[in-house]
């Protein structure tokens, strides 16, 4: 079974410019949850889609939103990017959503570093 | 979600077998303990998850005592390619994944 794909693996855009960033999951995962990753800050939640709804954010301004599609693919979007907004940023799938059971996992695609200049 | 803590870094020879401690006084009744494994630029990979007493895969071997305040993640004769950070999780992901363990195996 073919893990998390996550596109573009990189991308360098400019102050003020927006990006859009693509995330697989797993097939048959209907959740999909996105992360921000800098070394001063770790590993940071942003938000989790399943079924096409949010069903959790976290603590980022609304320049950063996402969706998810029928298939389950999910996009997230950042706008008027900021030097601090460049990153690695994770996708990650479930067949399950979070806080659904005891024993979650999630599978983590391999990222998107994006860069700010 | 349970805070949890755990050494910042440690380090290691090949061959050896490392242990690495979490704690999370505050684990709720029904959470499970996990642990992932992430190389730089790659994201977190799921290495095992448990509830109590002892678990082992292909991979690595979980320790719960009774109390569960604490887990052990053990892996044994470790190779350079177990480098990397090692987080440790109690209850459901929830945002936090806190700093990690950084091992770093020599030769």
């Known amino acids: 079974k073919a893990g998390v794909t996550q596109t573009p693996r990189y991308l360098i855009k400019t102050r003020g410019q927006q990006v859009t960033l693509s995330c697989s999951p797993i097939s048959g995962h209907r959740s999909v949850s996105w992360y921000q990753q800098t070394p001063g800050q770790g590993l940071q939640f942003l938000f989790e889609?399943?079924?096409?709804?949010?069903?959790n954010k976290g603590n980022f301004p609304g320049r950063f939103s996402g969706r998810q599609f029928s298939n389950s693919r999910s996009e997230m979007n950042v706008s008027t990017l900021e030097l601090g907004d460049s990153a690695l940023y994770l996708c990650?799938?479930?067949?399950?959503?979070?806080?659904?059971?005891?024993?979650?996992?999630?599978?983590f695609g391999p990222g998107t570093r994006l860069t700010v200049t | 979600l349970a805070k949890t803590t755990q050494p910042i870094s440690m380090d290691s020879y090949e061959g050896q077998e490392v242990n690495i401690t979490c704690s999370h006084n505050n684990i709720a009744t029904n959470d499970y303990i996990t642990w992932y494994q992430q190389f730089p630029s790659q994201g977190p990979r799921f290495i095992i998850q448990?509830?109590?007493t002892k678990v082992t895969n292909e991979v690595a071997s979980l320790f719960i005592p009774a109390d569960r305040k604490s887990s052990t993640l053990s892996l044994p004769r470790v190779s350079l390619s177990d480098t990397a950070v090692y987080y440790c999780?109690?209850?459901?992901?929830?945002?936090?994944f806190g700093a990690g363990t950084r091992l770093t195996v020599k030769p």
């Open positions: 999780l109690a209850g459901r992901i929830d945002m936090r």
């Open positions: 990650a799938s479930s067949s399950t959503p979070q806080k659904s059971q005891r024993n979650y996992e999630q599978y």
């Open positions: 889609y399943f079924s096409e709804t949010q069903r």
């Open positions: 448990g509830y109590k």
